[in-house]
């Protein structure tokens, strides 16, 4: 296994209607309703960004949990040199199907503009980067599982070759009201190694 | 209901203007730029609710910058030329 002089800072992750921060719940609620979720950790860990009213589920959740690791304190500034690297298995489906919807019949065509533009997974990186000021390299890449892997000889070649000082990794699923969202920020400061062990623990937790 | 009225819960509920309700929005405010604040996707999905609702094409979407100037001018524009 390879190994690297990067930590992993801190790390986020996001289901079951709770929010965990490097190991402790920061948030949860009864509702098992992802929309309901969503609108009630919004106004507990956001609360003053209206578009996030207007993104799809897939942003939200990614918006949301970016917030959580990147501004832990209201007070929290962010190294504005910090690339994404985000992948899921069900790229934007869920947008997906509701843009189906609205185009599948005939006489009642009226696709939608504000949900078209979301039918692309990578569009929860630009919210992100918009949010955030950010002009930094992402990618997003859909894959059949969660890979540590893949996750981490992208972010090694990110840190390594200087194009970033820190590195935003995500994994971001929605299908129907299955969701998970497990982020982690890895540079060259932190407790937890990073290789894909660690990475491989904290996402099972 | 007015169409004044109707016009912004419509624009509330299609936009997701979540934390706007009807009485903040006043018929002559600017819906774009310093008003309420709406963008480009929210002008389009405009155009689709005017064609939807109201049986108004609008072909040039550069129309929509006058026509979405205020709640009181787009609702002289629909009653102009509604045919729905």
Redesign the interface.
Known sequence: MEVTPFYIESYVSIKESSITFNGKNVFCTETKDLQLFL?EAYKARISNY?KF??MDGLSQLALLASECILKPESHSSINKNTALIFANHASSLETDRKHQSSISDKNNY?????VF?YTLPNICLGEISIKNQLHTENCFLVMPNFSAKDFLIQTNYLLKSGKAEKVLCGWVNLDANNYEAFLYLVSNTGAIKHNETEILELYTK | MSLQLELKEKIIEL?????IAVEDIDNSDALFGDGL?LDS??A??LI?ML??DYGIKLTNPNDGKAIFQSIDVLANYIKTHRTK
């Open positions: 609108k209206p009213h207007k009226y696709p939608s503009p504000s533009v | 936009l997701n203007l979540e934390d604040g996707i929210d389009l999905e689709v064609d939807k």
